[in-house]
């Protein structure tokens, strides 16, 4: 009898171009099975991967057999490999940040619990008693639905691969929202941070004041921030295309492209960076080559919280973060005026109907948006006069939808 290795390792070159390391594995009768992704892309991962898969007893599916849910789940969420996210990629926009959440939910949550049960095993009752035991672990409600979420789409995808017959999550409601309600900077904040002594408030930090002021009279993500250059910035506006996160500088996440205007005031704070980055990263310490990292803008934020008199026990109980300022500027911008397809064109979360609707939209027709943001910007011991808060001229913006990216200087 020929003996062999549980498992041969080699190297494949997918269409991405990219270098994977695929793997032999043998039925029970000793014979060489088709070779399969492992998703790594070195040796050393993919040995000890599959190594773990043996011990669990999912690196061969028995014949015939009913698989464990471990079986099935091989190469789930894997980007090169993964069956269902190669389909889905066809006809929808998936980030590789949604596919990598989810191989991290599988790893550390789905299989721990469910691995070793057989696919058909898995019921109703079984969800009830995960929903009950993540519950005594403490786990909230809402992070319980997103993992409940992940669950689910890999059900539905066994049905629709005929290894088993029945969705048993299809009569399974979500947990109640436990979600703590969002609160956010008020204005009499904002003037704090922004509107008095900045050097003092910010540690003389010009970029921790700039992203978050741009954050409060914008409602940009941070990683659209981050990932803004100087060759985007404009009179009146800058023109929204790109974001800049752990994978690098790509399009934002809702894919849309569009003009945002600010006030003169702002445009000078950037303008001050762009002296310094020319048309690269604004948000730069090396010159514009490459950005700050995400991580300090919310330091540098709840630091400037602490220098206007909010505690740590406050920023934790009220959940003060820089994302808060997408709220913040979007209910300054209804309590303004503005519509709710409105706002939600200017700060880009916009669901596919707005999409369509805004597909050709003219940004200049916003003039309320620069009143909304020069009252923001009105020191808080000033009296307004009779036009405190008109918008200046109208903007025109040129269209830029498929405008190429500048070189840097």
């Given amino acids: 009898m020929k003996i062999h290795n549980d498992f041969t390792l080699y190297f494949r070159v997918v269409p991405s171009g990219k270098r994977v390391v695929y793997y032999y594995a043998y039925d029970e009768n000793g014979k060489r ?59 929808f926009t998936i980030t590789k940040g949604y596919a990598d959440q989810c191989k991290r939910t599988l790893a550390n949550v789905l299989l721990p619990y469910f691995g070793k049960m057989k696919m058909d095993k898995i019921t109703q ?57 969002l609160q956010i900077i ?21 970029i921790g004041y700039t992203a978050n002021k741009l954050a409060a009279l914008s409602g940009m993500r941070v990683s659209e921030i981050v990932g803004l250059k100087g060759c985007y910035l ?28 600010l006030p003169a005031s702002m445009i000078a704070d950037l303008n001050e960076l762009k002296k310094i980055n020319g048309d690269g990263f604004l948000f730069s310490t090396n010159g514009g080559g490459k950005p700050i990292v995400r991580r300090s803008v919310y330091d540098y934020f709840h630091s400037a919280l602490r220098n206007i008199g909010i505690s740590d026990e406050e920023i934790k109980n009220r959940k003060l973060h820089v994302h808060g300022w997408r709220h913040f500027f979007n209910t300054e911008m209804l309590k303004g005026g ?62 830029r939808d498929n405008e190429p990216e500048r070189k840097q200087a």
């Fill in 338 to 399: 503005l519509t709710i397809t409105q706002a939600q064109a200017i700060t880009g979360h916009k669901s596919a109907r707005m999409t369509e609707l805004y597909n050709h939209f003219d940004p200049t027709e916003f003039v309320k948006v620069r009143e909304v943001q020069d009252a923001l910007l009105v020191p808080e011991t000033a009296q307004p006069s009779d036009n405190a808060g008109r918008a200046g001229p109208v903007l025109a913006f040129p269209v």
């Fill in 125 to 181: 009752n079984e969800f009830e008693m995960f929903f009950d035991y993540m519950m005594k672990q403490g786990y909230k409600n809402t992070t319980i639905n997103g993992y409940f979420g992940t669950m689910k789409t890999m059900m539905i995808e066994a049905v629709d691969r005929g290894i088993i017959t029945l969705d048993p999550t299809a009569k399974i409601g979500r947990l109640v929202n436990d979600r703590k309600e």
């Fill in 33 to 91: 099975l088709y070779g399969k992704s492992t998703g790594e892309t070195t040796m050393t991962a993919a040995r000890v991967k599959l190594n773990r898969l043996f011990k669990e007893g999912a690196l061969v599916q028995k014949k015939n057999g009913m698989p464990t849910f471990a079986e099935y789940a091989v190469g789930w969420w894997e980007w090169e490999m993964c069956e269902y996210l190669k389909k889905r990629r066809k006809r």
């Fill in 234 to 261: 404009y009179d009146g506006y800058i023109y929204l295309c790109m974001q800049y996160d752990e994978y690098g500088y790509r399009p934002t996440k809702t894919k849309d492209k569009h003009n945002i205007p």
């Fill in 186 to 206: 008020t204005q009499i904040e904002f003037k704090k941070l922004f509107m008095g002594d900045w050097e003092r408030v910010w540690g003389n930090n010009r």
